[in-house]
């Protein structure tokens, strides 16, 4: 695609509300794009970015229904080049209290939605032979204790990535993921208070000795979001600290 033509496509980024989806969408923005965040509350900042916008869409993607609908509302009204997959759910237990309901919700919102969503915008994608999709997992699907929902759904992202890429790869669309350490978000901050020592461990754990900030995550994504990581697809990079290959992680 010419650049003139590149620069019409849309971003589309869930669960932009704060913290890592909140700093890709305006990452994003910064770099002079139409951003479309989608999730139940508005987003930190809207309107004019820089040389970019951010435009709020409010859904929830928890609701299979919702999630259909808007998806294909998206596709329909904005030409779609570049997709982000980073709403997501948690609910921390370990095998012994897991329920139903508990899988269900989180793999609705970090499985499920994702694929929907790519269901919707890729035909348009592989028309115009370009695309750019990034799924938020995790780096708890190396292990983490009480995480038994929450990381097998992000381990299910990598293995969407992976296969998905193969399916894709034709079409010049490319698929890759990114899997978070530990990040100062509102979430981290209320588990990890500044100051206590449940904090301070998992500092010691991260070989860079300090947590990730949210942009962190919105750099890395921007990479792959690039046109010029063209060649890049069905991997997973881990931006974590050196938490990934330190093996302390599991606090």
């Known amino acids: ?14 669960g932009a509300s704060s913290g890592i989806g909140a700093a890709i969408a305006r ?4 770099n002079g794009r139409r951003v479309i965040t989608i999730q139940r509350r508005p987003p930190e900042r809207v309107g004019k970015q820089g ?8 859904a929830d993607l928890a609701d299979p229904v919702a999630t259909r609908e808007i998806a294909e509302e998206v596709a329909q009204r904005y030409p779609v080049g570049f997709l982000v997959n980073n709403a997501g759910a948690n609910r921390p237990g370990g095998i012994e209290i897991v329920s139903d309901v508990d899988l269900d919700t989180v793999w609705q919102l970090n499985v499920k939605a994702p694929i929907r969503l790519i269901k919707s915008v890729l035909p348009q994608m592989q028309e115009r032979r370009f695309g750019r999709i990034v799924n938020i997992s995790s780096r ?47 979430l981290f901050t ?13 500092i010691r754990s991260i070989p860079l000795r300090r947590v990730g900030t949210p942009e962190d995550i919105s750099h890395a994504v921007a990479f792959f979001l690039s046109p010029d990581s063209g060649f890049i697809t069905g991997q997973t990079l881990f931006v974590c600290g050196g938490v990934s290959i330190s093996g302390s992680g599991g606090l």
């Open 1 to 14: 695609m010419m650049g003139s033509e590149l620069e019409d496509l849309t971003v589309v980024v869930t």
């Open 27 to 30: 990452t994003m923005a910064a």
């Open 51 to 58: 040389a970019g916008s951010i435009e709020f869409i409010e």
């Open 140 to 186: 708890a699907i190396l292990g983490k204790t009480q995480r038994i929902a929450y990381a097998s759904s992000k381990a299910g992202v990598v293995g969407l990535t992976r296969s998905l890429s193969l399916e894709i790869a034709p079409y010049g669309v490319t698929i890759n993921s990114v899997a978070p350490g530990p990040v100062e978000t509102e």
């Open 190 to 202: 209320n588990g990890h208070p500044i100051g206590s020592e449940k904090r301070s461990a998992v």
